[in-house]
C-alpha cells in the first residue's frame, strides 16, 4: 500500500497530539509536497546538510523536532531550508512542544536515560520529575556528559557533549528535566520539590536564583538533551507506518564548536 505524506501525519499525531503544544508555537505537516513516502528522515534540526542528506538517502520527508518554519514567511530565497525542501521535493513535519509534552517523548526519553521511577509531568505537562538514586550534582553531570554524549553525532573538534551546572551541596534524590531552553522552569521545578533541574539551557540569572535558592542546575546543551528523542523516533515510526523506512540523521549536528 502506498504511504502518503498524510499517513505518516497522521501517525505523528498519535505519537505527539498537537493539541499538547504551546499556544506560541507552530507544528505540524508545515512543507507538503504530496509525494509517496517510502522513507523519512528523523532529526532535531532541518539544516541545509539535512536536506541534502533526506536526498542522497532518498527520503521523501523529514519529521523533525523543531519546527522549519516558526515565524511567518515574508519572502523565500534559495538560501532558506524550506525552499530547499521544496526544491528536492521533501516534505516536513515538525512536532516540538507537543513531543515534549507526549508520552513517550523528548521529556520522557531524557528521564529513562537518567533511570527516573515513576516519571510525573511538570512545568505545564513540559517536563518530568521523579526519583532517582542519590547522586551528587557534580556526579550527574558527569553522567549527562557521559550518557548524553553516546547519542550526539560528535562536532569536528571537542567534545560531543559539554555541561555546566550549580551545586547546591546535597545529594539529588528527586530530580526534574526539562530538554532544551528549560532553566526559567528553576521555579516550577522547586514547586515539585525537586533537588535538581536538568535542562539544555540556563542563563546566568537563573543559576543565581537557583542556586540561592537551594536548587541544583544543570546546563547539559541544547542539543544534546533533545538529539536523543530524534535518533529514538526512527524507530518508532518505523512501527508506527509499516513499510515505512525511518532512518536518524548523522548530519545534524550540533551547531556550536567547543574549544
Given at each position: 500500500?502506498?504511504?502518503?505524506?498524510?499517513?505518516?501525519?497522521?501517525?505523528?499525531?498519535?505519537l505527539?497530539?498537537?493539541q499538547?503544544?504551546?499556544?506560541?508555537?507552530?507544528?505540524?505537516?508545515?512543507?507538503d509536497?504530496?509525494?509517496?513516502?517510502?522513507?523519512?528522515?528523523t532529526?532535531?534540526?532541518?539544516?541545509?546538510?539535512?536536506?541534502?542528506?533526506?536526498?542522497?538517502?532518498?527520503?521523501?520527508?523529514?519529521?523533525?523536532?523543531?519546527?522549519?518554519?516558526?515565524?511567518?514567511?515574508?519572502?523565500?530565497?534559495?538560501?532558506?531550508?524550506p525552499?530547499?525542501?521544496?526544491?528536492?521535493?521533501?516534505s516536513?513535519?515538525?512536532?516540538?512542544?507537543?513531543?515534549?509534552?507526549?508520552?513517550?517523548?523528548?521529556?520522557?526519553?531524557?528521564?529513562?536515560?537518567?533511570?527516573?521511577?515513576?516519571?510525573?509531568?511538570?512545568?505545564n505537562?513540559?517536563?518530568?520529575?521523579?526519583?532517582?538514586?542519590?547522586?551528587?550534582?557534580?556526579?550527574?553531570?558527569?553522567?549527562?556528559q557521559?550518557?548524553?554524549?553516546?547519542?550526539?553525532?560528535?562536532?569536528?573538534?571537542?567534545?560531543?557533549?559539554?555541561?555546566?551546572?550549580?551545586?547546591?551541596?546535597?545529594?539529588?534524590?528527586r530530580?526534574?528535566?526539562i530538554?532544551?531552553?528549560?532553566g526559567?522552569?528553576?521555579?516550577?521545578?522547586?514547586?515539585?520539590?525537586?533537588?535538581?533541574?536538568?535542562?539544555?539551557?540556563?542563563?546566568?540569572?537563573?543559576?543565581?536564583?537557583?542556586?540561592?535558592?537551594?536548587?541544583?542546575?544543570?546546563?547539559?546543551?541544547h542539543?544534546?538533551?533533545?538529539?536523543?528523542?530524534?535518533?529514538?523516533?526512527?524507530?518508532?515510526?518505523?512501527?508506527?507506518v509499516?513499510?515505512l523506512v525511518?532512518?536518524a540523521?548523522?548530519?545534524?549536528?550540533?551547531?556550536?564548536t567547543?574549544?
Amino acid at each position: 500500500m502506498e504511504i502518503t505524506v498524510q499517513m505518516v501525519y497522521e501517525a505523528m499525531a498519535r505519537l505527539a497530539p498537537p493539541q499538547l503544544a504551546e499556544s506560541w508555537d507552530n507544528v505540524g505537516l508545515l512543507v507538503d509536497c504530496g509525494r509517496p513516502v517510502t522513507r523519512a528522515l528523523t532529526t532535531l534540526d532541518i539544516t541545509p546538510e539535512v536536506v541534502e542528506e533526506a536526498a542522497r538517502l532518498g527520503c521523501e520527508m523529514i519529521v523533525s523536532h523543531h519546527p522549519v518554519i516558526f515565524s511567518p514567511l515574508k519572502k523565500l530565497s534559495s538560501r532558506d531550508v524550506p525552499f530547499l525542501l521544496v526544491q528536492a521535493g521533501i516534505s516536513a513535519i515538525c512536532m516540538h512542544t507537543n513531543y515534549d509534552a507526549a508520552e513517550g517523548g523528548v521529556n520522557e526519553i531524557l528521564a529513562e536515560l537518567f533511570a527516573m521511577r515513576d516519571p510525573e509531568p511538570f512545568a505545564n505537562g513540559c517536563g518530568r520529575v521523579g526519583e532517582i538514586d542519590p547522586i551528587s550534582v557534580p556526579q550527574l553531570a558527569a553522567l549527562a556528559q557521559d550518557r548524553l554524549g553516546c547519542f550526539c553525532v560528535p562536532p569536528l573538534e571537542g567534545p560531543a557533549v559539554q555541561v555546566k551546572y550549580t551545586d547546591n551541596g546535597r545529594p539529588v534524590r528527586r530530580l526534574a528535566v526539562i530538554s532544551g531552553a528549560g532553566g526559567s522552569m528553576f521555579e516550577d521545578a522547586l514547586a515539585v520539590g525537586a533537588d535538581c533541574l536538568l535542562t539544555g539551557e540556563a542563563s546566568h540569572h537563573a543559576a543565581c536564583d537557583a542556586k540561592r535558592l537551594g536548587l541544583g542546575l544543570i546546563a547539559a546543551g541544547h542539543y544534546a538533551t533533545e538529539y536523543p528523542a530524534a535518533a529514538a523516533l526512527a524507530a518508532r515510526l518505523q512501527e508506527e507506518v509499516p513499510g515505512l523506512v525511518a532512518v536518524a540523521s548523522r548530519e545534524n549536528r550540533d551547531p556550536f564548536t567547543y574549544l
